[in-house]
Nanobody, 130 residues
């Protein structure tokens, strides 16, 4: 069993930056993909970004592409999300997620589905003030 813990959230002014990290406790993470999702008040959880360990591909939702960067870190902190040029509409609780099984034929749309992932963190609040 893998437990995921997010960190790095906080309050920042518009245009600022935050770096979210996702730590894996319980054992060294050896899964196939990591993703970040977010949920703003009164909305559904939505995909933000994902990293595929099988081929190194990265995926982003259109509204964050060019501002956010996802990258692998180390075994204990398997992924981070660097968020630059933050906007008030980025305000949400951000969740990291991990997929255990290798999926070499997965498409971009697969990485965007929350059902693609097996483990989830509790979330970290990101608030961007205008």
């Amino acid at each position: 069993q893998v437990q995921l813990v997010e960190s790095g959230g906080g309050l920042v002014q518009a245009g600022g930056s935050l770096k979210l990290s996702c730590a894996a406790s319980g054992r060294t993470f050896t899964g196939s993909a990591m993703g970040w999702f977010r949920r703003a008040p009164g909305t559904e959880r939505e995909f933000v970004s994902a990293f595929s360990y099988s081929d190194g591909n990265t995926y982003y939702r259109d509204s964050v592409r060019g501002r956010f960067t996802i990258a692998r870190d180390n075994a204990k902190n398997p992924v981070y999300l660097q968020m630059n040029s933050l906007k008030p509409e980025d305000t949400a609780v951000y969740y990291c997620a991990a997929r255990r099984l290798w999926s070499p034929g997965a498409s971009a749309s697969d990485y965007e589905r929350d059902t693609f992932y097996d483990y989830w963190g509790q979330g970290t609040q990101v608030t961007v003030s205008s």
